[in-house]
């Protein structure tokens, strides 16, 4: 079992800053990859970032890239999500997810086997 709880949400300006943290307990963390998705109101949940088990690579969704910064901090069990230049687009609930070992996908939600239980972020215009 795994147990993933994230922080650090809230409500901010657009153009504003927020850093999700992601606190992982029950498995060894630096064994497995993480990743981060969003959902809006109305809509499906989405990939927003993920990272490798060693933090060597990472990957981004094209809405995100360039603001977004995933990181991880295996001595903690902690997985960081820097969000920077935030729009109102970026609202959402915030996940944070353990990828699934020998998962072939990055960017789906199926390919994840423990979630959060999410962190809302609200961004105003």
């Known amino acids: 079992q795994v147990q993933l709880v994230e922080s650090g949400g809230g409500l901010v300006q657009a153009g504003g800053s927020l850093r999700l943290s992601c606190a992982a307990s029950g498995r060894t963390f630096s064994n497995y990859a993480m990743g981060w998705f969003r959902q809006a109101p109305g809509k499906e949940r989405e990939f927003v970032a993920a990272?490798?088990?060693?933090?060597?690579?990472?990957y981004y969704a094209d809405s995100v890239k360039g603001r977004f910064t995933i990181s991880r901090a295996n001595a903690k069990n902690t997985v960081y999500l820097q969000m920077n230049s935030l729009k109102p687009e970026d609202t959402a609930v915030y996940y944070c997810?353990?990828?699934?070992?020998?998962?072939?996908?990055?960017?789906?939600?199926?390919?994840?086997?423990?979630w959060g239980q999410g962190t809302q972020v609200t961004v105003s215009s």
């Open positions: 997810a353990k990828r699934s070992t020998g998962g072939s996908s990055w960017l789906s939600s199926s390919e994840y086997d423990y």
């Open positions: 990272i490798s088990w060693s933090g060597g690579r990472t």
